[in-house]
């Protein structure tokens, strides 16, 4: 029978060694794809490139990108607190295997602070759609973020918000920050250009100007048309 002050003698043959002593040997390793049951061998690499990029990592807000060793993006993400979001990716045990796999290709980071959240967003969404990681499933398609909208299918356009994919004919502007500031744009076109916001449905079914003709946001081409041009104010 082993005796207990004999145990402690065994354990460092059979225990793991530290993440950081990993980390260290891997050093001098490429980052390549490799398939799952390699995965967890290469995170602490990717886990020493995150820590490292955290050393001088601001806690303002701004957006951050996950570069692969060809230096192209393969995740870009935006934070209230740059510092506070890119430590979670140090947790290996707590991410989805998607984003383990992220972790375990980084080789470098870059940040991006910007003044506010808003703008991080706006800046995320903007360098998603140029640069199209392909970590980022969720917002490669812009559908999360609200656009405005203006048809080109209709002799009458019509503007209004839009969120999803753009199967509609038309021109798209943004994306926007929420749809409170979608709202305001569509209203402040309208104003100016008398554009109707309603459906095609609701266009051809009209047979009297609604409450937005009568406050001077639309000019009611659904029951004042005229092919020549017409002046309603």
Excluded at 27 to 45: L, R, S
Excluded at 61 to 75: E, F, I, S
Excluded at 131 to 157: A, C, G, Q
Aim: aromatic share 6%; with cysteine; net charge positive.
């Amino acid at each position: 029978m082993d005796h207990p002050e004999d145990l402690p003698e065994e354990l460092p043959e059979s225990g793991a060694p530290p993440a950081a002593q990993e980390s260290e040997a891997l050093k001098g390793v490429a980052v390549i794809e490799a398939p799952p049951a390699d995965q967890e061998a290469e995170a602490p690499k990717g886990v020493a490139v995150i820590e490292a990029a955290m050393e001088t990592m601001p806690a303002n807000p701004g957006v951050y990108r996950m570069l692969d060793h060809k230096g192209d993006a393969l995740y870009v993400g935006k934070a209230r607190s740059l510092k506070r979001r890119v430590l979670s990716y140090t947790q290996i045990g707590r991410l989805p295997e998607r984003l383990r796999r992220m972790v375990s290709e980084t080789v470098s980071m870059e940040v991006i602070t910007t003044h506010t959240e808003a703008e991080a967003l706006l800046l995320e969404a903007n360098l998603i759609k140029r640069l199209k990681p392909r970590f980022n499933i969720v917002l490669r398609d812009d559908k999360s973020y609200p656009w405005l909208m203006l048809t080109e299918d209709h002799p009458y356009p019509q503007i209004a918000k839009h969120r999803g994919a753009r199967i509609r004919k038309g021109s798209y502007y943004g994306p926007f920050a929420s749809a409170w500031a979608v709202n305001q744009t569509v209203t402040a076109m309208q104003r100016v250009f008398l554009l109707r916001s309603c459906a095609d449905t609701v266009f051809a079914n009209r047979t009297r100007p609604c409450l937005l003709f009568q406050i001077k946001r639309c000019s009611a081409p659904c029951v004042l048309a005229c092919t020549g041009g017409c002046t309603i104010w």
